[in-house]
């Protein structure tokens, strides 16, 4: 818990402001697996304890190397240890009774890799009986993971601040996106990847900490949409050249960093029929004999043929392109697309911010380079963050 600015004569206010927030808004519940159709999971724990319950009466004990198996049976969870069949339930939570409990957790049906997590979990099958997995833990426990995740385990500690920053915002901002499905967020890209606490690499983990509470907030004063990408190809792109939405703080911006990095440049070749019957799929009148040439020194929202506009990102998603930031030349009957960057190319270039940290800049010059016209602040001290937090959640 963060308290440092508040007097100590305030202290007793302030901690009474804030405990809505520390008492809700800690804990975070996270859909697992949301990708798979879970069947069957294995949970095995690594290391504390656990009690298994059934709709709140407590089943049995885990301790570390206890192995626990749970199905879905037509609109039952049937569940089983190395000892005994449980029973069938509606639903099943898996609680942590130790400090440092940690779960293996691993679906056996459909099969894919385990992945070790922290805190608590429940269990329930939904209205068409699909297995819905939720891990619950502590807001800085799960940003923790979403950073490895993000950005893997090579970077400064400059850079983890900057992206831990960037999670925590974009956590706070979308807690109501899974409403429905009775969690917070999903550990998909449709939210923030999250696998669990992978590694626990400790600058990651450091990173975390001496950020704690930090969010990026607009003029105004309201979370942002942190919006990032892999390499911006050596120019980031407005928030309505890819979205809808024209945000102030996502502004495109020259990006002097970009080059000689993993994904600075690519190179992919298409036949030239599949471009006609893409340009035939959308209508576009086109000559065939006429060879391509597209150029796009600076970046560009469209490319014209015949005077008719072609969304750049409508050319990217139709031949799975790493970027928008390309120019074509026609070779016979291939097209030769020559490609800089990767992702979107809105907000921060998590590579150029890696080299920005390297060459000693810090995660706040990292964050305004990126992000026009932010600020960062506290979200312990924001108190009319913190209730609007609530009223989406
Ligand atoms: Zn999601």
Redesign the pocket.
């Known amino acids: 818990m963060r308290l440092h600015y508040i007097p100590t004569c305030l202290l007793v206010v302030k901690i009474a402001i804030l405990l809505p927030f520390f008492t809700k808004a800690q804990e975070v519940k996270v ?1 697992l697996y ?1 990708s798979l159709e879970l069947r069957t999971v294995v949970f095995k724990v690594i290391e504390g304890q656990y009690t298994v319950s059934n709709n709140d009466s407590a089943l049995v004990t885990m301790q570390p190397s206890d192995i626990l198996f749970v199905t879905s049976v037509a609109d039952r969870l049937s569940s089983w240890n190395s000892a005994a069949h449980l029973g069938l339930h509606s639903t099943m939570s898996i609680t942590a009774t130790k400090d440092n409990s940690r779960m293996l957790i691993e679906p056996a049906y459909p099969a894919a890799p385990p992945r070790r997590y922290y805190g608590n979990f429940n269990i329930w099958l939904d209205s068409v009986n699909r297995m819905t997995l939720v891990n619950q833990l502590s807001m800085d426990e799960y940003i923790a993971g979403v950073v490895e995740a993000e950005s893997g385990i090579k970077a400064l500690p400059e850079f983890y601040k900057a992206q831990a920053i960037i999670s925590r915002t974009y956590l706070l901002n ?1 807690l109501h ?2 409403k429905n499905e009775n969690f917070d ?4 890209v ?2 923030q990847v999250y696998k669990g606490y992978g590694v626990e690499h400790k600058p990651i983990l450091k990173a975390v900490e001496e950020t704690k509470g930090l969010v990026i907030v607009d003029k105004q004063g309201l979370l942002i949409t942190a919006a990032f990408h892999a390499n911006s190809g050596g120019q980031t792109v407005n928030s309505e050249d890819v979205w809808s939405t024209t945000l102030p703080y996502l502004r495109g911006k020259e990006d002097p960093y970009y080059e000689k990095l993993n994904h600075s440049s690519w190179t992919t070749e298409i036949p030239v029929t599949q471009w006609h019957d893409f340009l035939r799929s959308r209508n576009i009148s086109f000559d065939p004999n006429k060879p391509l040439s597209f150029q796009q020194p600076k970046r560009q929202r469209f490319m014209v043929i015949n005077n008719q506009p072609i969304m750049l990102t409508d050319i990217r998603n139709a031949f799975n392109l790493k970027s928008t930031f390309f120019s074509i030349e026609q070779k016979g009957n291939v097209l030769i697309f020559k490609g800089k960057g990767f992702g979107h190319g809105v907000g921060m270039s998590q590579e150029s911010a890696m080299k920005m940290a390297q060459k000693g800049k810090s995660f706040q010059e990292i964050i305004n380079f990126f992000y026009t016209n932010v600020q960062i602040v506290d979200i312990f001290e924001t108190t009319y963050l913190q209730n609007m937090i609530f009223e989406t959640r």
Request: with cysteine; hydrophobic share 10%.
């Open positions: 859909g949301r979308n996106r899974h967020i999903c550990d998909e449709h939210c």
